[in-house]
């Protein structure tokens, strides 16, 4: 292990040490959380432990006059931390702030036409993540997302993030050395065009519509569904769920309690 990355998992030990996460903050946390129920104890107080440090080393930005308490930090970090909770919190290097609205917020947007006129516009989002960047975030979307029902900005944005580890989001993160990434491109290639075909004939989709819009939000968009409901993506889509379930390194639809 390289001297730079032992000293930083040394001092994290340490501050968990010396400033251990209260009991009954975190027990706060996941009683708002119910969806994680699937979680066992060690996977609670592991998940517990990357969102102190989360918290801790991130950099927060609250915006118009918005103000979060340790609870709600700790709410966040929770939701931020799951996805990573089998690969580590350097998975998420390369960023190191949350930009936080007490609502949604208007993104610049800028595009050249066919005869190469530019075009500026504004988008409203729920949330923004960008390479190299912070990660954005609607604090009233934070909320409407706390049930757990097919819908996490917090999951959306952070596989995004991960997703931008190899280059820009395209859908594809770095895949384990076990991982075959032929199967990967051939399972989620058949799930996307699967979803735009039901999309463009209007019918009802059981994934997010929003993941059409391309392979990065369609990765973003089966990864909320992975960890929100994943009883029911597995049930509909049993290789999408494998494949997840192989990156993230968890099985949350197996280890739910009946």
């Known amino acids: 292990m390289a001297l730079g ?4 998992d040394w001092r994290r030990r340490r501050w968990l040490r010396e400033a251990p996460l209260a009991p ?24 517990g432990a990357l969102s102190a440090l989360f918290v801790r080393e ?21 939701q931020a931390c799951l996805p990573i909770l089998n690969l580590g919190l350097e998975w998420y290097r390369g960023w190191h702030s949350l930009v936080i609205y007490p609502g949604s917020f208007l993104v ?36 409407g997302c ?26 594809r993160p770095p895949l384990h050395r076990e991982m075959s990434a032929r199967r990967w491109a051939a399972v989620f290639s058949a799930a996307f065009e699967a979803l735009e075909a039901t999309v463009a004939r209007g019918e009802e989709s059981f994934l997010d519509p929003y993941g059409a819009e391309g392979p990065a939000e369609f990765f973003a ?6 960890f929100t409901i994943a009883g029911e993506l597995r049930h509909e889509h049993p290789d999408l769920y494998r494949e997840l379930a192989a990156f993230y390194r968890q099985d949350p ?5 009946a």
């Open 5 to 8: 990355r032992w000293y930083r």
């Open 24 to 47: 009954d903050a975190w027990r706060r946390v996941l009683d708002g959380l119910p969806w994680l129920d699937w979680l066992d104890a060690d996977g609670q107080a592991r998940l």
């Open 58 to 78: 991130k950099q927060w930005f609250l915006r118009e006059d918005l103000d979060l308490d340790d609870h709600q930090r700790l709410l966040i970090a929770a």
């Open 108 to 143: 610049p947007q800028e595009y050249h036409d066919a005869a190469g006129v530019v075009h500026r516009s504004e988008e409203t989002r729920a949330g923004e993540a960008w390479r190299g960047g912070p990660m954005v975030l609607s604090w009233e979307d934070v909320v």
């Open 146 to 171: 706390i049930r757990g029902e097919g819908y996490n900005v917090i999951i959306h944005e952070c596989s995004h993030k991960l997703d931008m580890l190899n280059g820009e989001a395209n859908g």
């Open 221 to 226: 968009v089966a990864s909320e569904a992975f």
């Open 253 to 257: 639809a197996t280890q739910r309690p």
